[in-house]
């Protein structure tokens, strides 16, 4: 199987799995589930799983046993999307080519569903010693580490960060403040958590680490200069919407050729991150290769 | 000491520990820390981390220990406030006497603000095994049962469905159903937290979840009541909201005097359920009373 093909079944299991652990559209009350479904289901590559997936690998340890925190980290991201596209945010019509979750449900039901996304991450986290027997103190730091990478020194200081600087000049430190928030954070945290949960040694967190920090940051400029040069068809939102809205982005600080060039050696050091593992790793490998040539 | 001078130490040890665990208002990013704390302090009467120490208390627990999950309880708490008195949803001005968060800061920010309270709330309980030396599967236990009650089968839902139903009649299901999750939901999960980490029996535990729903009841048809009879100088809001906004409530369903003797009933039975206990269990005994008699 090819490494794309592997991706959309790795994806594919995710949402089989995520499908269980959400409430039937019909639950009561409805129109919460049904939006909960509709924002969950939009679309979307599940990198975030399959980091914790792969994380989990890497470490010889076992993807289907960790499979709820990677439909965690999940819900954890879909929430912040639902929150930041908000008309009092981000103020975004569409998301993954779909209109946004308050176009389509109301302002009131979006910003419930994403805390009805955030809520649920933790709930399904507690699962795993309950159900899939993770030994409960991997667990507990786990939703440590999740809940400080989403907190306000993670995702929301990101998002704070972000809406302040809007129309501001912003330079290479608040970029990197901004970024290693909204994306980084999350991206490392997914990493960590399937290794952690599956024993990892405080050795091999570390080069993981290392591992996650370069793959976010190589992700996050190849997503700024997606929105530059990518095909509207493709990316499934309008491009040029960072320029339009004077947001902080790797070409707009340092041109569309160094951007490509940082890009580039984040996903060398990612790989270099890596020099001590050995086939168990190859798929965090293939993944590096994957971010650094998407065109969606 | 007097019971209400005793409440009102345990309220100050609260907000105390609150203060440790949240950020300085100074912190990076400083908008949403301001925010954060001026939610946090705006009043209150700490009921629900009250009875997380109380909760421990009547199973011979320790009170200090389980602060971190008193503090959770309240973070959570106040973070649906802040969602609540959102434009979207209840359009709220004034919370505790004060303006509401999305008034003072703007409406993005009250979002943010109830996303990183939401988020610390698992965060801070998730200290309790690392810092506080509570067993981690008790920990576990705690954040997955917190994680029900704010979520679409608890509070979430109970929101879900009071936004639904203003402006319609609304029979005793509905407002049992909206009741039993806007309010009991935390309140249930508050004393089972409190003895859950100081290891109670299964046993200890349905008489105090029998205890916790009956106070639950309690409090809200009293809150209702206070909605009718209250002094707006004492409540911190306008009197006559429920009714101006179509809520549903126990005295717009039975009436004042019914209403009344439903409160009654629900405390008795709430003290019935302590029938077991001993003077370890005078502290909840006593916030029966409390609760039945207050006057905001």
């Known amino acids: 199987m090819n490494f794309r093909d592997e991706l959309a079944e ?9 499908d269980q652990f959400l409430p039937p559209a019909n639950a009561y009350p409805p129109s919460i589930h049904k939006a909960v479904r509709y924002s969950v289901f939009a679309g979307g590559k599940r990198l975030r799983p399959i980091l914790v997936l792969a994380g989990a690998e890497a470490v010889r340890g076992c993807a289907e046993t960790v499979m709820p925190a990677a439909c965690a ?36 039901a979006a910003i419930l569903v994403g805390d009805a996304l955030l809520t649920s991450s933790f709930a399904v986290l507690a699962q795993l010693s309950q159900k899939a027997g993770v030994p409960p103190e991997r667990v507990v730091r786990v939703i440590s580490e999740l809940a400080e990478a989403a907190g306000t020194q993670g995702l929301i200081g990101g998002q704070v960060a972000d809406l302040a600087s809007e129309g501001d000049t912003v330079d290479q430190d608040m970029l990197e403040y901004i970024h290693t928030r909204k994306t980084g954070a999350l991206i ?26 370069n793959l976010g940051l190589a992700f996050q400029i190849v997503d700024d200069i997606l929105d530059v040069v990518g095909d509207e068809q493709v990316i499934g939102k309008p491009v040029g919407s960072d320029q339009r809205n004077h947001k902080a982005t790797y ?7 160094a951007a490509k060039q940082k890009a580039a050696a984040a996903a060398e050091m990612a790989l270099a991150s890596l020099n001590r593992f050995g086939a168990e790793a190859d798929f965090l490998r293939g993944l590096v290769h994957f971010v650094i040539t998407r065109n969606q």
């Open 188 to 213: 490392r945290v997914s990493v960590r958590a399937g290794a952690i949960l599956s024993g990892a040694s405080e050795e091999q967190l570390k080069k993981l680490t290392g591992y996650a920090n």
């Open 73 to 108: 980290v999940e819900l954890l991201h879909t929430y912040s999307l639902v929150h930041d596209d908000l008309p009092a945010m981000d103020n975004d019509d569409l998301r993954r080519g779909q209109p946004t979750c308050h176009k389509v449900f109301g302002e009131a």
């Open 10 to 18: 790795r994806a594919k299991m995710v949402n089989k799995v995520l």
């Open 251 to 257: 070409p707009a600080l340092f041109g569309l050729d």
